[in-house]
C-alpha cells in the first residue's frame, strides 16, 4: 500500500495544507480539479457538456456557438461541428421569427 500526501495530511490533521505533488510533474500538478477522484475530462462530463451545447445551440445560439467551438479546441468531441451548425441554422430561424414580429402581441386584453 503506497502512503500518499494526502494519507499523510490527514493523518496528521492538516488536511487543508495539502498541496497536489506529482514528483514527475512537479508540485501543483493539474490533473483534476477536485480532490474527490473525478476527472473533469472523463467520458461522462463531455456527454454533458456536448448535449449542453445541443440546447443552447437552439435556445441561444451565441452561447451555443461559443460552446461548440470551445469543445472543438478543448476536447477530441465530433459534436463540436455540428452544435456550430446549428447555432447558426437557429440564429437564422430566430432573426426570422424576430424579424417578422412573431414575438410581438397584437392583442392588449386577457
Same mark, same amino acid.
Request: proline residues 5%.
Given at each position: 500500500?503506497?502512503?500518499?500526501?494526502?494519507?499523510?495530511?490527514?493523518?496528521?490533521?492538516?488536511?487543508?495544507?495539502? #498541496?497536489?505533488?506529482?514528483?514527475?510533474?512537479?508540485?501543483?500538478?493539474?490533473?483534476?480539479?477536485?480532490?474527490?477522484?473525478?476527472?473533469?475530462?472523463?467520458?461522462?462530463?463531455?456527454?454533458?457538456?456536448?448535449?449542453?451545447?445541443?440546447?443552447?445551440?437552439?435556445?441561444?445560439?451565441?452561447? /451555443? *456557438?461559443?460552446? /461548440?467551438?470551445?469543445?472543438?479546441?478543448?476536447?477530441?468531441?465530433?459534436?463540436?461541428?455540428? #452544435?456550430?451548425?446549428?447555432? *447558426?441554422?437557429?440564429?437564422?430561424?430566430?432573426?426570422?421569427? #424576430?424579424?417578422?414580429?412573431?414575438?410581438?402581441?397584437?392583442?392588449?386584453?386577457?
Amino acid at each position: 500500500m503506497r502512503i500518499t500526501a494526502v494519507d499523510s495530511a490527514w493523518a496528521h490533521g492538516r488536511a487543508n495544507e495539502f #498541496i497536489d505533488y506529482d514528483p514527475a510533474r512537479g508540485p501543483l500538478s493539474s490533473d483534476s480539479a477536485s480532490r474527490n477522484g473525478t476527472d473533469p475530462r472523463s467520458a461522462r462530463v463531455i456527454e454533458r457538456i456536448v448535449v449542453l451545447g445541443y440546447i443552447l445551440a437552439v435556445a441561444m445560439p451565441p452561447i /451555443g *456557438f461559443g460552446l /461548440g467551438v470551445g469543445l472543438g479546441v478543448r476536447t477530441k468531441s465530433r459534436h463540436w461541428l455540428w #452544435i456550430v451548425l446549428l447555432s *447558426f441554422a437557429a440564429a437564422v430561424v430566430w432573426a426570422v421569427i #424576430i424579424g417578422t414580429g412573431g414575438l410581438s402581441s397584437t392583442n392588449q386584453g386577457y
